[in-house]
């Protein structure tokens, strides 16, 4: 039934966008990482359904490693940090939630417009999502730069990350096995290097805010 | 236009007016339950209005015939609302004199005459609770405004009837545009029916208080009829949900077995429906009035993408 199929496969990407608004108005850091969680475990389903419908064997293998490292690991990292941080209960501050969300809209109907002529060309069953990707994409580079706090914007780095990989699935069936792979372990090394990073900020300036790295200038 | 027809139009009306107060008493026996309180009786909200009938009703000496009319036309506004909204059957001949949008002006007319007589009397609650209610009123309009024109999107067709006819009649779809609208119609009907996270229905002793701030100079016959209209407009929010997003079980053929068959099932929607209002309320703390713009911005903001959904998936 490929209607059946096409319709999930667009639940789920509207759900992958829902979530990706969720991030860019979430206020609390422990909150961030649960739709963090959420968005992983969409996004392991959605390559599941796509895969057992397309038959493509490989996005199965894709679906695990989504699941392992985005449902599993990289939040379980983040819980950690975050307690040994001890940033758990952390509430960020945030310019005017309503004009971001605003921007927020503009940047979707821009996304959908770029990929209108470009979802034309795929011959995916669920090319049509190839706009909320993109639209998911650019929401998360708005929240990296809306945030001040250093975990906030490693989330949407993170969420980027996820967007780029629907991006993939939906519109070419999935990378090839090595790129997903070199991919998903940069991604996770990149979380620890910018764990280290977090750290050494908070040492040099007793604080989590980005905002202090600008005064690191040579006179 | 038949006899039937007509019928039907009386049951669903009589049905709204006297099963609301009902919806109302599920609602908090179901809060008092998930609080660990013993929960007031099912049939309380119904006594209460008992009682304030028999009770003499004491108008302020400023107040003027404002004062006086304005439960009325809040309760008839209400009451139409009920007859528009398809609940037991599609096959309504009020339906073709109000769509979806006409509707929502309905609810308008009512906040704008309720908000009007909490001024009248020129107390400072009143005037604080219409001033708080005129806010969140014309945030939650245009939200569910677009609610419902992503519903009329879909279906080519403003009128309620019209929409819940080509919804339920089709082959099963999952829409993800219905999705967004879903999410942002429970929201705005929270606002509107002023449940937890934007205003208390449980107290009048709060300085952050919207709709009970609005009442509190009536009393007796008006403010039972005030409270009546208050039940009936969760009753028609709650109606206006479900016969969008699960239309199903909602009668069509013009015979009134359908409708028989019909109310068990909207009774089953309506008490789930409650039930998982209870479990919103329960489950979120009461905003700062300053936060309500950025929770209907975000109503809004959902109700907007699923339109934009809607037009780039074709679904």
């Not at chain 1, 991006?167 to 096995?177: E, F, K």
């Amino acid at each position: 039934m490929p209607a059946l199929v096409n319709q999930l496969i667009n639940l789920f990407a509207a759900v992958l966008l829902l979530l990706s608004f969720g991030l860019l108005a979430q206020r609390r850091v422990l909150s961030l990482i649960h739709l963090f969680t959420l968005q992983g475990a969409t996004l392991t389903a959605s390559t599941t359904v796509m895969a057992y419908f397309t038959d493509q064997p490989h996005l199965y293998y894709s679906a695990a490693l989504t699941f392992v490292l985005k449902v599993l690991a990289m939040p379980w990292l983040l819980h950690r940090m975050i307690e040994r941080l001890d940033v758990r209960w952390d509430v960020e501050t945030l310019i005017n939630i309503p004009t971001t969300m605003l921007v927020g809209i503009v940047l979707v109907i821009f996304a959908f417009n770029l990929a209108l002529p470009i979802s034309g060309l795929s011959a995916s069953v669920a090319r049509g999502t190839l706009g909320i990707a993109l639209a998911c994409v650019l929401l998360s580079f708005l929240m990296m730069i809306t945030r001040r706090k250093a975990i906030p914007q490693v989330i949407g780095f993170l969420a980027m990350e996820n967007a780029l990989f629907f991006a993939a699935t939906s519109a070419t069936y999935g990378m090839p096995m090595v790129v997903e792979l070199g991919i998903a372990l940069d991604v996770l090394v990149g979380m620890i290097i910018l764990g280290v990073f977090m750290f050494q900020i908070r040492e040099q300036f007793d604080s989590l805010d980005i905002r202090h790295l600008e005064k690191l200038k040579e006179e | 236009m038949t006899a039937e027809s007509f019928i039907a139009q009386l049951v669903a009306v009589a049905l709204a007016v006297l099963g609301a107060p009902l919806l109302t008493g599920w609602v908090n026996q179901c809060r008092a339950w998930l609080q660990n309180k013993s929960a007031p009786p099912l049939l309380l909200p119904y006594r209460t209005l008992h009682k304030l009938f028999w009770k003499e009703s004491v108008v302020a000496e400023q107040a003027t015939a404002l004062f006086r009319g304005a439960p009325y036309i809040v309760f008839g506004a209400m009451v139409l609302a009920c007859g528009i909204v398809p609940s037991l059957s599609t096959d309504l001949p009020l339906a073709p004199a109000a769509d979806a949008i006409a509707l929502v002006g309905l609810f308008a007319l009512a906040r704008v005459f309720m908000s009007l007589a909490a001024m009248d009397i020129g107390t400072a609650f009143g005037t604080l609770g219409a001033r708080r209610e005129m806010l969140v009123g014309f945030l939650a309009e245009p939200a569910l405004l677009m609610v419902l024109f992503t519903a009329a999107f879909i279906t080519q067709s403003t009128s309620l009837a019209a929409i819940v006819e080509t919804i339920a009649n089709q082959e099963f779809a999952i829409y993800p545009s219905l999705a967004f609208a879903g999410v942002a119609f429970t929201m705005v009907s929270l606002a509107e029916n002023a449940r937890v996270p934007v205003d208390n229905p449980a107290t009048h002793l709060e300085l952050t208080m919207i709709h009970e701030a609005m009442i509190l100079e009536y009393s007796g016959r008006h403010l039972a009829l005030m409270e009546w209209a208050a039940s009936l407009k969760l009753f028609a929010y709650s109606c206006i949900g479900l016969a969008i997003f699960f239309p199903w079980g909602i009668a069509q053929e013009r015979d009134l077995a359908g409708i028989l068959l019909a109310a068990p099932v909207l009774a089953g929607k309506l008490a789930i429906g409650g039930a998982a209002l209870a479990v919103i309320e329960t489950l979120s703390a009461k905003m700062r009035i300053f936060r309500v713009p950025e929770f209907l911005a975000g109503a809004f903001l959902l109700a907007v993408i699923g339109i934009l959904v809607h037009f780039l998936l074709g679904a």
